[in-house]
Nanobody
Framework: QVHLVESGGGLVQAGGSLRLSCAAS????????MGWYRQAPGKQRELVAS???????MYADSAKGRFTISRDYASNTVSLQMNSLKPEDTAIYYC?????????WGQGTQVTVSS
C-alpha cells in the first residue's frame, strides 16, 4: 500500500509563490510516474505537471514557465514549485502516483491565490 501526503498549500497574493510537497510511503516511488493535479470548484480535475521515473517532466500550458516539478528519490518526495501565481491557480492540488495498474492519490492541499 502506498500513502501520499501533501503539504505546502495556503493563501498567497497574486504574483507570489508556493511550494507543494508530496511524501510517498512504499517501495515503488523510484520507478513511478508522479503527477500534480488540481481541481477548482465546478471544474474537472486536470493534470498540472508530471515527472517520470527517469525525471522527464511535462507541464500543462497554464503551468509552463511558472511551475517546476521535481523529485527526490532519497526522501521519496515530489515537489511543485509555483511562481507568479494567479487567481485562476486557485484549486485543491492533488499528488498522484501511477505505476502499472497501481494508481494512488493524496488527500489534497488547498491553494488560494487572492487578487
Amino acid at each position: 500500500q502506498v500513502h501520499l501526503v501533501e503539504s505546502g498549500g495556503g493563501l498567497v497574493q497574486a504574483g507570489g509563490s508556493l511550494r507543494l510537497s508530496c511524501a510517498a510511503s512504499g517501495s515503488i516511488f523510484g520507478a513511478a510516474f508522479m503527477g500534480w493535479y488540481r481541481q477548482a470548484p465546478g471544474k474537472q480535475r486536470e493534470l498540472v505537471a508530471s515527472i517520470t521515473g527517469g525525471a522527464h517532466t511535462m507541464y500543462a500550458d497554464s503551468a509552463k514557465g511558472r511551475f517546476t516539478i521535481s523529485r527526490d528519490y532519497a526522501s521519496n518526495t515530489v515537489s511543485l514549485q509555483m511562481n507568479s501565481l494567479k487567481p485562476e491557480d486557485t484549486a485543491i492540488y492533488y499528488c498522484n502516483l501511477h505505476r502499472g495498474s497501481s494508481n494512488y492519490w493524496g488527500q489534497g492541499t488547498q491553494v488560494t491565490v487572492s487578487s
